[in-house]
């Protein structure tokens, strides 16, 4: 596949992946990766800040709001991920947009307050990026940001914000987000999220011989030709696989 013009591609570090997508992620581009309930979300997500600051000298900021920073660390050293030393290096920030809900104290170097106030948070993510001069931006997730605001309805406002901010801003971002059956309908929770993100990857679970199997789809990739089949992938030792040549039916 060729692409009719020149476009930067960043590599997801997700093997298998980019060669669908015409070998990476459209330089800038925000990409909203959706599914329910572990199907996968933090797992890609991480992987991609990752790889992106170990294998292709991209530093990468993750801003978790599902999970505190240590128990996502613990959790991706079961795919031999040391995010630890990428912190120490200064190639990876990890923002812990938990530990203060809970009234718990923490020992993170980045963290966000109980109640933010939205600007404030678009400030705090802005200051984070320019700090580590990362290239790469993952927010887990969409919802949980909602969820922090007074007002819920107000996330389309802030969506909008932060459109602007990130195209400010030049990184590549994933935006996680929860629907119970993107596949057959409503890909997104607040359904403008689509509208900012310039790609959306649906991460479902299909069943198979009595058997759950993982699978994904690229439903939108902007300055990019992409296949719309369904792709099967696995969570392994090493993270996320997509098998690019195998079927889901
Ligand atoms: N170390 C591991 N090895 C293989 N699979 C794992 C491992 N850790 C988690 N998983 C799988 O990944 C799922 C969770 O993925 P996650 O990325 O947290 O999903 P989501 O963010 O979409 O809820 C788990 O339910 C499990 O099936
Ligand atoms: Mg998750």
Known sequence: MMSSYFVRRVKSGIPGFDE????????GTTVLLTGGTGTGKTTFAAQFIYKGADEYGEPG???????????????????????????KEGKVAIVDGVSSTVGLPSEE???????????????????VVKAINAKRLVIDSIPSIAFRLE????????LLKLNTILLEMGVTTILTTEAPDPAHG????YGIEEF????????DLQERNIELKRYLLIRKMRETRHSMK????????????VYPSGEIY
């Open 230 to 241: 369904k792709y099967p992938f696995e969570i392994g030792p090493t993270g996320v696989v």
């Open 61 to 87: 900021v993750f801003v978790t709001l599902e999970e505190r920073a240590k128990d996502l660390r613990r959790e991706m050293r079961a795919f031999g991920w040391d995010f630890e030393r990428l912190e």
């Open 151 to 158: 007002e819920e309805r107000k996330i389309r406002e802030v």
């Open 109 to 127: 170097r980045f963290v966000l307050e109980d109640r933010f106030n939205m600007d404030n948070f678009l400030r705090y993510i802005y200051r």
């Open 20 to 27: 669908l997508i015409e070998g990476g992620f459209p330089e």
């Open 196 to 203: 900012i993100a310039r790609g959306v990857v649906i991460l």
């Open 186 to 189: 409503k890909i997104s929770r």
